[in-house]
């Protein structure tokens, strides 16, 4: 969706680029509002009718009289039809649009890579997904259909004005530009403002969501009220930018208001001018007077809605930044995936510096159905390597291939969501959502019981969930708060496995985890990796020493390629980190045998 300015460009952003949408809502605003002006019509048409009660031979048309009484009563009913399908095709359509551009919203965010997130403070798309499709859920529903569908009432009603008296007609509208111009200046003043509020609001959710999930480390270190001193600075900053907006901004919208509170008098003004004038007939000035009265309103809101439509024009271009956002490429499908191949693969996180890459000329493949270990040290692009093959984001330099029966592809060709249907994965620090431990197995399909213990068995995750008290259906709260970090990541494994991709990727699955759970995890690994192609990240090296091939990554590049036992003959950094950690582990069983013979 491309970016446009003036009028039609925030239609274009309001309605997501389709402006069409727009013109069921004008046109049964516009509708609504002429049946409005019937009742009024019919005063008008009463005041005719008694008008020659005061005059010679003073004589009534009863039956008239009469007949407009009916047609009130029919009115009421016709306005109250009319009411009721101008909310459904205004109201009740907006609400379903928008609800429908909420899913598109997501939908898109999906289609975007990790990069996009990472530029982002956790509170902007959450403060733009509720007040902001807030506004546009509003700006749909009344200020973008009330001045197209109003102001071509009131374009109409000034033809007839001027055909009735011209100056009245003047008189009733000379006030109009006035305040179409202060409203303008009012919104363009409020529109800065209003930007200023939504990004207070938007580092304001920001700061609760890291108060929240840092609550933990808070209390550990006693810092509970320092971290809500921050969070109670931000909401103070929302405060202050409302009160700027409120103060400055609405005070400018209340004067362009308080000019078209003029209208009425300035047409009582100018109407007895001409009436003591002898120039227009009293039952001409008060049908005049009648439709001021009645047009006063309109008017007022027609100029307010200029103020208005620019001051939710900040959420429209806020929505608008993100739909803009070039989606990731790649139109065909990947078919089925097996392994991968790195050819001088570059990659640099945001704007770092060469000296800065993740990746620098990486060149090694992942044969299928075998176990390809990523090793070295922390920050040296292993993940990095992992989020590639998942396409989280794309190469800047050389070809991540896509390996399959049909031959290599660059994942950038392919399709984001075909090639992750090739792919499941476990992450260190596994997330379960809230819900079931059901919901968080299935994502959302059908599976069977049985199939989900079997999975669960495999998983080495069965024993605890029958121990719970709803077995499947216990709640595990949100992040699996309810969990142990070993049950979350056996957890995690199921649901790869329920997955049944071809290969499946595996940031440090042990990591985090004591001796009793990292064995389970691992003989889970065992058992879910077979015919499958597995790549695994992972620091203990022995966990990967049956690995078919080790790439040992150092600094961004490819320091070693090989086995384990050919790594240790070549007695290079991976050999070294062997001898390291394999002292580490007999130093530990040393101090544990010395503090038992301790008396």
């Known amino acids: 969706m491309g970016r446009s300015d003036g009028g039609h460009g925030m239609v274009h952003q309001f309605t997501f680029g389709h402006p069409r949408d727009i013109g069921a809502p004008a046109f049964w605003m516009f509708l609504n509002e002429l049946v409005g002006c019937f009742p009024a019509m019919v005063v008008i048409l009463a005041v005719y009718t008694l008008g020659p009660a005061f005059v010679a031979p ?157 609550m933990k480390d808070l209390k550990a270190h006693r810092m509970t009220g320092a971290g809500f001193e921050a969070l109670e600075h931000a909401y103070g900053e929302v405060k202050r930018a409302s009160m700027r907006d409120e103060l400055v901004a609405g005070t400018a919208t209340f004067l362009a208001s308080a000019v078209t509170r003029f209208v009425v008098p300035a047409t009582v003004a100018v109407g007895m001018y001409a009436l003591l004038g002898g120039s227009i007939d009293p039952l001409d000035y008060i049908v005049c007077v009648i439709v001021a009265t009645k047009l006063a309103s309109p008017l007022m809101m027609l100029s307010q809605s ?22 990731q490429g790649g139109s065909e499908s990947a078919g089925a995936v097996e392994g991968y191949a790195f050819d001088r693969v570059a990659f640099s996180y945001g704007a770092a510096a060469e000296g800065e890459s993740a990746l620098r000329a990486a060149s090694f493949d992942v044969p299928a159905r075998h176990l390809t270990a990523l090793v070295g040290p922390s920050g040296s692009g292993k993940s990095t390597c992992v989020r590639l093959m998942a396409r989280f984001w794309d190469a800047q330099g050389g070809t991540v291939f896509a390996k399959g029966p049909a031959g290599a592809s660059d994942v950038r060709e392919l399709q984001a969501d075909s ?133 040992v990554v150092e600094d961004g590049r490819i320091a070693e390629r090989g086995t384990h036992d050919g790594l240790l003959r070549q007695g290079g950094i991976y050999a070294r980190l062997w001898e390291l950690q394999t002292a580490a582990h007999a130093l530990r069983f040393a101090q544990a045998g010395a503090g038992a013979s301790d008396p």
């Open 306 to 327: 200029v103020s208005a439509l620019q001051n939710m024009a900040a959420s429209g271009e806020r929505l608008d930044a993100v739909m803009s956002e070039p989606a």
């Open 58 to 214: 003073y004589v009534v048309d009863v039956a008239m009289l009469g007949w407009l009484a009916v047609a009130a009563g029919v009115l009421v009913v016709v306005q109250y039809a009319v009411e009721m399908v101008s909310y459904w095709f205004t109201y009740h359509r907006a609400y379903r649009e928008t609800a429908a551009k909420r899913k598109a919203y997501v939908a898109h965010l999906r289609e975007l890579p990790l990069g996009f997130f990472s530029s982002k403070r956790s509170g902007d798309l959450i403060s733009s997904f509720s007040d902001d499709f807030a506004n546009v859920e509003y700006t749909m529903c009344y200020w973008l259909p009330f001045p197209i569908g109003v102001g071509a009432l009131l374009a109409l009603c000034f033809v007839g004005l001027l055909a009735f008296d011209w100056r009245m007609a003047l008189a009733l509208y000379a006030l109009l530009p006035v305040s179409m111009a202060l409203s303008f200046v009012a919104g363009r003043v409020k529109k800065r403002f209003r930007t200023d509020v939504l990004s207070a609001k938007a580092q304001a959710a920001t700061q609760l969501s890291a108060y929240l999930r840092g």
């Open 419 to 551: 090639l992750l249907g090739n792919v499941s994965m476990v992450m260190q620090d596994a997330y379960l959502f809230r819900g079931t431990i059901r919901d968080n197995l299935c994502f959302g399909r059908a599976i069977p019981d049985d199939v989900l213990l079997a999975a669960c068995r495999d998983a080495s995750c069965l024993q605890f969930v029958e121990a719970l008290p709803e077995g499947l259906d216990t709640q595990v709260g949100e992040g699996g708060a309810t969990l142990s970090g070993g049950e979350r990541q056996r957890l995690a494994l199921a649901r790869a496995l329920l997955k049944d991709a071809p290969v499946l990727l595996l940031d440090e699955p042990t990591a985090s985890l004591d001796a009793d759970n990292e064995a389970l995890v691992q003989r889970a690994l065992d058992r879910i990796a077979r015919d499958r192609t597995v790549v695994m990240i992972a620091h203990r090296l022995k966990t990967v020493r049956s690995a078919s091939s080790i790439v």
